[in-house]
């Protein structure tokens, strides 16, 4: 089976929030998160990713209904484990949720979900989550004490944190890409569906390939990135062609 590909589009909520923050619903609010939901789509994205905050720092609800309602892909809505964002999700009803650490200081997600430590909460949220039809997956660090506990939530799936591989120093990327296997070995034995995501480009997306068991990955960054990039210069010659049709006084 391919792997599949979750596009995050958060980051292009966050350009938008750079000029629009207080008005993000105006008319002239750009960039577009459901325009990108639908590049994705057509670049072959096989599901939506996106991250409501409870400080609504980039992606706002109506961003995640308009998304909802109009793009033909499944929506995989990451969210803190807070009974606002529960609230959210059952309005919402996401094909997915991913269950995330959040605090109001972190730039992204920065680490796994405590699931042990905080593992009734969780587990409460994964059930009344599941009880209404949305698939959920735990976001977690790639070690096997959270495996197990994640698998006792009831979840179906687990994500696991790549950050740590993808910010190692190549002396230690074989000894992340272990305990990253280790964690998705643990994680199939136990019935988990097994997804991947946070810092994943494209030049150490093949180093997962020792990783067993993946089913799907979660990458922005690094594809809004690479948008930008391949994207300046014919945004650069359409304002050029534009410019072009000043009227010159003869
Ligand atoms: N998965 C989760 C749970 C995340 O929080 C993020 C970042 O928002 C990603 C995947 C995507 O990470 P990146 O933007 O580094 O590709």
Known sequence: MPLLLGVNIDHIATLRQARYARAPEAFNAEPSPLLAAFDALA??????????RSDRRHMQDADAFRIRAKVPLPLNLEMGVTAEMLTLALKLQPDFACLVPESREE??????LEVALRFEPTRMAVTRLQEAGIRVSLFIDPDLPQVEAAARTGARMIELHTGCFANAPEAARDAEIQRLAAAA????????????????????LTRLWAVPHLVELNIGHSIVARA???????????MKELMATYPTLT
């Not at 670049?43 to 409501?52: F, W, Y």
């Not at 930008?228 to 359409?238: D, E, F, Q």
């Open 185 to 204: 070995q643990a994680g199939h034995a136990a019935g988990l569906q097994v997804n991947a995501g946070h810092g994943i480009n494209y030049s150490n």
């Open 43 to 52: 670049g072959g994205a096989d599901s939506l990713t996106l991250h409501v």
């Open 228 to 238: 930008l990039h391949s994207g300046l210069t014919p945004a650069v010659r359409a």
């Open 107 to 112: 730039i992204t997600t920065e680490g796994g």
